[in-house]
Every structure is written in structure tokens, then in C-alpha cells.
Nanobody, 116 residues
Framework: QVQLVESGGGLVQAGGSLRLSCTAS????????MGWYRQAPGKQRELVAT???????NYADSAKGRFTISRDNAKKMVDLQMSSLKPEDTAVYYC??????????WGQGTQVTVSS
């Protein structure tokens, strides 16, 4: 069973930075696509950024220019560096991994709170 463990959430002031990390365990394979989604109270879960095992990235418009996603295939890790944070970035951030056979797993989520 694949497990995703996230870390790095917390409370930060607007304009600040945070780095989220996620490590996948339980599989010898690195995921085809790894990424981050977020869910704010009362809203649907939404894409933040994804990265393929070849390094191709995809960002939500809200994340472009402020967030950077990266991964280490050998360590089965994916990171999200977030800068210039805004109060509207407040949400629970979820790590996800999708394998080539379409199996998809989610982490338990980490809270990011940006104060104004």
C-alpha cells in the first residue's frame, strides 16, 4: 500500500514563504505524476501544480510565478516551494501521486494558513 507523508505546512504572514514536502513509501516505482492540490473551507479541491517523472510541470494560474514544484525520483519526493503567499492561499494542501497503471493516492493533507 502506497502512503504519502506531507510536511511543511503552517502559519505564515502574507508575502512570506513556505515549502511543502511529500514522500511516497510502499512502492519501488516513482509515480508517473506527482503533485499538489488544495482545498479551502467550503470550496472544492483544486489543482495547484503537478510534475511528471520527466520533469514536465503544470501550474494553476493562481500558482504561476509564485510556486515552484520539484521532485526527486530516487527519493520518491515532491516539493512545493511557495512564495509571495496570499491569504487566499489558505487551505489544506494534499500531495498526490499517480502511477502508470492509473492508481492514484492522496496524502492526509497539511494545513497552510496565510494571515493578512
Amino acid at each position: 500500500q502506497v502512503q504519502l507523508v506531507e510536511s511543511g505546512g503552517g502559519l505564515v504572514q502574507a508575502g512570506g514563504s513556505l515549502r511543502l514536502s511529500c514522500t511516497a513509501s510502499g512502492s519501488i516505482f516513482s509515480g508517473k505524476i506527482m503533485g499538489w492540490y488544495r482545498q479551502a473551507p467550503g470550496k472544492q479541491r483544486e489543482l495547484v501544480a503537478t510534475i511528471t517523472n520527466s520533469g514536465r510541470t503544470n501550474y494553476a494560474d493562481s500558482a504561476k510565478g509564485r510556486f515552484t514544484i520539484s521532485r526527486d525520483n530516487a527519493k520518491k519526493m515532491v516539493d512545493l516551494q511557495m512564495s509571495s503567499l496570499k491569504p487566499e492561499d489558505t487551505a489544506v494542501y494534499y500531495c498526490t501521486v499517480q502511477y502508470s497503471d492509473s492508481r492514484t493516492y492522496w496524502g492526509q493533507g497539511t494545513q497552510v494558513t496565510v494571515s493578512s
